[in-house]
């Protein structure tokens, strides 16, 4: 609200007095219309209110004032976790409490103190890490691998680089080893061969980096280290993987075949679970018994896939499927049950001879 001031100006040798218009905006409380206004900033209620008689003028007021509540006494530790700085992460070295000079504008000052704030601060094992965190983060984007695995992928090779072993062995073979843990960690298991595709490190080199980290987080100092961690386990402790079977690549397979009716996933991993019983599958790749029972669920009710698309997204070829069907076909009375076909839900004329 604009008010009128009287100000006096101070002539040569006469005094003056004159109104001059006040162009600032005062707030005043609309009953009382006191000036200057009696107002209260009542921060617990964030309400602007007049003193005299008590009319809310405004809400939602901003508490502009220092906040000293503190953390303290919550926390279980020595530490105090203060709103300030940005949070701790668990999978870098050091306090991480540092100043980060930028390029700039790239002029020859600027350079040069960029330069030596790296070669000061930034030491060679947080390079290390960071790097090999950036190639799991891509590694683990590249194929949809959810992130809570790439966790664990992170964790898993930052114990490897913080107790030094597997010196000279390749960073590449032991990414590949911890995503290929991580993901049987986490329930979401991949083959060598998927890793091989998604790491370009052979499958050979794969299998014998994963057993030498099989036995290192095994042992009992490891297991203590991995209490603290993020990898997925009922009791904190490290739990050796079983091999991938083809009952755990059924429901990703079938997802991605577009077979979304619960029915398929079911059927297709009764399948997997029975083959043990048809002598001429035992020893087949889990990769082409899985692809073989996928491809009889979908003829079995009436949403055939072709072994050339299964071939694509289990990645072998249609007459290893072929081949593995042929099987399964020759036993079909003893491993479809009757509810798959009762209320003709299935139909076992839909199934092709090969």
């Known amino acids: 609200m604009a008010a009128a001031t009287l100000s006096q100006n101070v002539g040569t040798g006469n005094n003056s007095m004159e109104y001059v218009e006040n162009l600032n905006m005062t707030m005043m409380c609309k009953d009382c219309k006191e000036f200057p206004p ?37 926390d279980q530790g020595t530490d105090d976790p203060s709103r300030v700085g940005d949070g701790a992460n668990p999978l870098l070295n050091g306090s991480q409490l540092t100043t980060t000079i930028a390029s700039g504008d790239g002029s020859g000052r ?35 691998i959810p992130k809570n695995v790439s966790d664990t992928a992170k964790h898993l090779f930052k114990l490897v680089d913080d107790h030094k072993a597997f010196k000279g062995k390749s960073q590449e073979a032991l990414i590949a080893g911890c995503i290929f843990i991580a993901c049987r960690q986490c329930e979401v298991p991949r083959t060598f061969r998927e890793i091989y595709a998604l790491t370009k490190v052979s499958k050979k080199d794969i299998g014998r980096t994963f057993k030498l980290l099989e036995k290192f987080f095994a042992s009992d100092q490891i297991r203590a280290s991995l209490a603290t ?71 079995l009710f009436g949403k055939p896939r072709s072994a050339k698309e299964i071939s694509l997204i289990a990645g072998v070829s249609d007459g290893t499927i072929r081949t593995a069907y042929k099987y399964l076909y020759q036993a079909r009375d003893q491993l479809i049950e009757n509810d798959w076909i009762a209320d003709g839900k299935g139909k076992m004329s839909n199934l092709p001879v090969s």
Not at 130 to 144: F, P
Not at 257 to 262: I, S, T, V
Not at 280 to 287: E, K, N, Q
């Open 229 to 299: 961690g993020v990898v997925r386990s009922e009791d904190a402790q490290y739990i050796t993987t079983t091999s991938t079977g083809a009952r755990d690549l059924c429901l990703r397979f079938c997802s991605q075949l577009g077979l979304k009716n619960p029915q398929f996933v079911k059927v297709s991993q009764s399948l997997a679970d029975k083959v043990s019983t048809v002598g001429d599958l035992a020893g087949r790749s889990p990769l082409s018994v899985a692809a073989a029972c996928i491809y009889m669920a979908s003829h």
């Open 38 to 74: 009696n107002l209260v900033e009542e921060f617990s209620s964030g309400d602007m209110v007049c003193g005299s008689c008590g009319l809310v003028l405004g809400d939602r007021i901003v508490d502009t004032r220092s906040e000293w509540r503190t953390f303290s006494n919550d």
């Open 110 to 144: 600027n350079r040069n103190l960029y330069s030596a704030q790296n070669k000061s601060t930034h030491d060679k094992a947080t390079k290390t890490l960071l790097a090999a965190y950036k190639e799991i983060g891509a590694h683990c984007d590249a194929v949809n």
